[in-house]
């Protein structure tokens, strides 16, 4: 039941690199762009994970352009969260443009601090930047023993249903359900069937989509990833209804952290300043009774039958596995972006 | 962009009865199963508002499973939620198997408590009933003035992706965003394509549906609702992501409510004891400003291009007028069903 879309990690243009040295190189860079110390080695470390898990598009592939929003004044290194609003369970930061991984992280940190006390904990953040993985932050509840699940809005970047135009972010969301032995479940996808990175990988080799992924420049629903490209009309999961979950959840981001919607977000020369919202449910609801039905549940779900006598994942199923194996073996990173880095690392401005 | 699959109200077998009559029939059909008289005439206007708004198939089309509950011992007329759990805005309810209109209403209303004081409210109900319609907990809410959100497990009537076999619920949630005028947004949704109410509804009218929305008996994705009641094999939103979704849905609404999974509704004789999730925010956060927010995005929304010049509505638009109308000239009703529903108000017994 795990995305089809996950990344390839064969190309001969990937090569591996260990994860200490990934994590110290992007740090290097970090700290020759004004991070101090322990917030670059934090916020390369969770950039590093997530190539190390298997979603380098949101991991070490995306490490240029967080460079980039550094350099050009939208990701502010130093900044972090300040809270505006204190509300009983529901607290309001605003993330002063601050790095998006760190900031995220510690409102997620900060909405568990709430659960434990208030039984449930929620924290809008405003004001914040890109971060990364939405999975990083519902997998951190999880780690901690909790029900973790956020969302954020993004630029427009998602044509509403019966429009051509993108008005929409495709607003991702996870949810993390935290098990025992660390082999949690987490859903955590876009509103778009593909993203922008799966459409490029798959133009890379060479092959369709093994579903229609959105319009082509005549408006017919196509599977050829070049077609939505070139027409900018990426599908909305499940047509009109990821089209408007994209659009509630836009609205319960900027609502809730009294930030800014996709909207407003589109009208700036670029994307920053993003809503972002977090929640997390008390440990006291994690009983030896409910432990068991989550347990109960994925056993069921995995004997289900198929066609092909393969069994049935759950989300999330396979990051454990590609965690140990990739921490092994190196984390594959693409050689050309691997090249970039090591060149930042030693130097201060990005090329071009 | 509201969804493609809006019943049909021109149906030369649909008929219109004015909405007090229908609330006082259906009343009465309660009452002589056991409800009184303020809890009757309640659950019965819930149900003729669904049916109002223009979701007849979670409204009175739905009327005689719901009595088919009560008379068959699953729904217990006299039973409301009692609290099993408090841990400061999370609260967990059992429904003690009663209406699950009136438990549901009961709970959306306990979470607007608490998040009138604590910012944010959840409550988790287990142990409740078929609630008929999502959408109409949280627009409760949004009448409230506050965001909301709520969502339920299901028996299991949807395979995970790469099965055949349904093992997942469909598991609708719906979220409300309140605006001041009444014409709220509200997505409310199921993780299938379409519900089997829906294929139902194509095949009555000699119809495709307008998207793939299952498989046929040999696997293959189609239009056709035949081959998709044949199979069993409806699709999920989005494929992979709609079942990751549906599963994520169901583990949170167990946990939080302590209450059964999918699988575990799946083991007993009919869809009872069902687990549901309420969450509601303070209006605390509905500034002038954020209310501002809201307005300027359903602006912008609504002026997205199209290829056919239509205007894109946001989800919900349409139910302030749906309402208006049918008010005015009568709810749509199956001819058939409201010759049962007469029936049944003059007698006891469910014929057949």
Redesign the interface.
């Known amino acids: ?4 879309d996950k990344e390839t990690e064969h190309s001969p243009a990937v090569i591996r690199v260990p994860f200490q040295r990934l994590c110290e190189t992007m740090c290097r860079c970090l700290i020759l762009r004004g991070f101090t110390q322990d917030r670059g080695a934090r916020c390369a470390a969770i950039i590093a994970e997530n190539s190390l898990v298997g979603v380098p598009s949101h991991g070490v592939n995306r490490f240029l352009r967080f460079i980039e929003g550094i350099e050009r004044g939208w990701v502010d290194p130093r900044s972090s969260p300040h809270r505006l ?8 930061w605003d993330g002063r443009l601050g790095p998006g991984p760190l900031n995220a992280e510690f409102a997620m940190q900060r909405a568990l601090e709430i659960a434990s ?6 924290v ?1 953040l405003r004001n914040t930047n890109h971060w990364l993985r939405a999975g990083t932050y519902a997998w951190q509840a999880a780690q901690a023993g909790s ?1 973790g ?1 956020c969302f954020t809005n993004t630029e427009p970047n998602l ?7 993108a ?2 972010g495709n607003n991702p969301i996870a ?1 993390a ?1 935290p098990r025992a032995d660390g082999r949690h ?3 955590d ?1 876009a509103m778009s ?1 593909f993203s922008y990175g799966a459409l490029e990988t798959a133009i890379l080799e060479g092959r369709q989509l093994p ?1 229609p992924g959105g319009f082509d420049r005549l ?1 017919a ?1 196509t599977t050829d990833p070049n077609e939505i490209i070139s027409s900018r009309r990426p599908l ?10 994209a ?6 981001s ?3 952290s ?1 930030g ?5 977000i589109g009208q700036q020369e670029a994307e920053y300043g993003v809503s972002q919202v977090f929640l997390a ?2 440990t ?4 030896v ?2 432990r068991a ?2 347990e ?2 994925l056993h ?2 995995c004997r ?4 092909d006598g ?1 069994h ?4 999330g199923e396979r990051i454990a596995e590609r965690r140990q194996t990739n921490m092994r073996t190196g984390v594959p990173v693409s050689a050309q972006v691997w090249g970039e880095i090591t060149r930042l690392a030693s130097q201060g401005e990005v090329a071009g």
């Open positions: 039941m795990e995305t089809d609003g204190s509300h009983g369970a529901l607290e309001q006390a208030q039984g449930v904990g929620c809008g029900l699940l044509p509403p249903w019966g429009s051509t135009e008005k929409l949810v359900v479940v987490m859903f996808g069937q579903v408006g629903i909305p999961i499940g047509y009109w209804k990821g089209s408007g979950l659009l509630v959840l836009d609205l319960v900027a609502l809730v009294g800014q919607s996709s909207a407003m449910f008390g006291q609801i994690l009983t009774r409910t039905v989550v109960e549940t069921d779900l289900a039958q198929t066609d393969r049935v994942t759950y989300p």
